[in-house]
């Protein structure tokens, strides 16, 4: 067995990182091996994210008959958590402990609320569609209760899961790092997405119960994996006699440092701009251009592929010393381009040009995304990493949701006006609807630009900014003092 990993460890050496655009994210203090390892949480995250947003969505909708209404406000609550997000990343920068750990108290609380909230979500699915002879608020109740612990225990988990990771990865390796852990999160959700349809094919409550229970159990040991022996303990960093200042002053201090408050505006914007189309994209393509349902399912695919290329991109020229709001920006002009191909569809009827846009909308979604988040880490004060990865995150989170609920609320009360002649005889069809919301996309995109433009120029002129690149290896003078 160990000459048969030593030949295989010596097989991959010989393979150009050219092919293999995530293994340089590793460095000596942090191998390519603990790195995936670490990156295990990510997929916990996607497959309860798919899991609440997609599978349980339909789920509860079609084979339980529980009203959509309630089914939104149910997968809208974990939601609810996300500004919290912010809190979480500080109380881990400060977190107080005899045993010296910062990171990993709020990943294993985090770990442990996903999975009380899966192990109970079954049973309160199935009282929530009327299978029970007690009182319905029980069934409502519970649902709720498990929803909420889903949603508060993934929030803790990535928040603090990618501060570790900052932690850990040297600066000079960071921005592939984050576009590793945004792969597998990608994987994770893929990889989900298609083991829960298989699953629950053959539909019945027994196995809603077994494969809900299976995604707890496999949430525990993924994040177990991933957390093991990851972070050194360092009694003197979490002493209890330390002087800890508030959540307030931390939190005024963040936002007078180096343009914090446009760069939250600037991932607020630009992550509506790209939810907005999130529930839209495939009704588009059955109803407008009259694709299969097959056909539309592909377009998760397309998706993908352009986020992955987005990752692999952003990793590679991030590392050479490109500006991460630079990156942003061609993220947000991708998406211009993008919105423009999606509209362009319906009047040229071209299923060509809908499968293209929606390759694009991934692709610079994924440049945003890496670059947003690498400027965060990167322009994150010394001690409050947790905060500044929590305050990216809670934006990140409010304003996909608030977009995507957006984004369908448009939908509906522009068709009936376009149907009854209000809009004008050029816009009476059902394509009006959609086009609305992907016209205000890339109005949104354009604000975005607007909002990165001065953090770009400041990037410029900045001489504290550090200039990263690939061919020199880190020395100990440029890693990011512990």
């Known amino acids: 067995m160990r000459q048969l990993n030593a030949t295989l460890a010596r097989g991959w050496t010989r393979v150009s990182t050219r092919f293999l655009p995530f293994a340089d994210a590793a460095s000596p203090d942090l191998p390519l091996p603990r790195l995936l390892r670490l990156s295990l949480f990510q997929v916990s995250v996607g497959m309860c994210a798919v899991l609440l947003v997609g599978t349980l969505n339909r789920v509860m909708i079609v084979e339980l008959g529980v009203a959509a209404g309630l089914v939104a406000t149910m997968v809208a609550l974990p939601l609810l958590f996300a500004p919290f997000r912010a809190l979480i990343g500080f109380r881990s920068d400060h977190h107080r402990s005899f045993l010296g750990w910062r990171r990993v108290p709020y990943i294993w609380f985090g770990t442990l609320l996903q999975f009380g909230g899966l192990a109970i979500m079954p049973f309160a699915l199935i009282l ?3 299978d029970t002879t007690g009182p319905m608020w029980v069934g409502h109740a519970g649902a709720a209760l498990a929803f909420l612990m889903v949603g508060a225990g993934l929030h803790t988990v990535q928040t603090v899961g990618l501060a570790l990771a900052t932690d850990l990865a040297p600066r000079e390796t960071q921005p592939r790092v984050v576009a590793l852990m945004l792969l597998m999160l990608l994987i994770g959700m893929l990889v989900a997405g298609l083991g829960f349809g298989a699953l629950l094919r053959d539909f019945s409550q027994l196995r809603l119960i077994q494969v809900i229970q299976g995604a707890a159990m496999a949430t525990m040991a993924l994040n177990v994996i991933a957390l093991w022996k990851q972070e050194a303990r360092d009694p003197s960093r979490t002493r209890h006699d330390r002087d800890i200042p508030s959540f307030r ?6 936002c007078a440092e180096r343009q914090w408050d446009r760069r939250l505006v600037a991932v607020g914007l630009g992550t509506g701009a790209f939810a907005m189309q ?8 059955g109803q407008i251009l009259g694709l299969s349902v097959g056909t539309t399912t592909t377009l998760t695919a397309l998706f993908a592929a352009g986020g992955v290329v987005a990752f692999a991109i952003a990793a590679r020229t991030l590392c050479r010393g490109f500006d991460p709001h630079r990156l942003a920006a061609h993220g947000a002009l991708a998406g211009i381009v993008a919105f423009v191909l999606v509209l362009a569809a319906a009047p040229f ?5 809908f499968a293209a846009g929606t390759a694009l909308i991934g692709f610079g979604a994924g440049l945003l995304t890496v670059g947003m988040l690498s400027a965060c880490m990167e322009a994150a004060p010394e001690g409050k990493v947790g905060l500044a990865l929590g305050a990216w995150g809670a934006v ?6 608030v977009a995507i609920a957006l984004g369908g609320l448009i939908r509906d009360a522009v068709v009936p006006l376009a149907a009854s002649g209000r809009l004008g005889p050029a816009l009476t069809g059902p394509e009006t609807g959609y086009g609305a919301v992907y016209v205000i996309e890339i109005v949104l995109l354009f604000a975005t630009l607007a909002v990165i433009g001065p953090l770009v120029r400041s990037a410029r002129t900045d001489p504290a900014r550090p200039t990263r690149r690939l061919d020199a290896p880190a020395s100990p003078a440029s890693l990011r003092a512990r």
């Open 278 to 285: 999130d529930i839209l994209l495939e009704p588009y393509g």
């Open 249 to 254: 002053e931390s939190w005024r201090g963040l």
């Open 128 to 130: 929530l569609s009327g």
């Open 349 to 353: 009827e071209s299923p060509a040009f």
């Open 396 to 401: 990140q989170a409010t304003a996909a949701g």
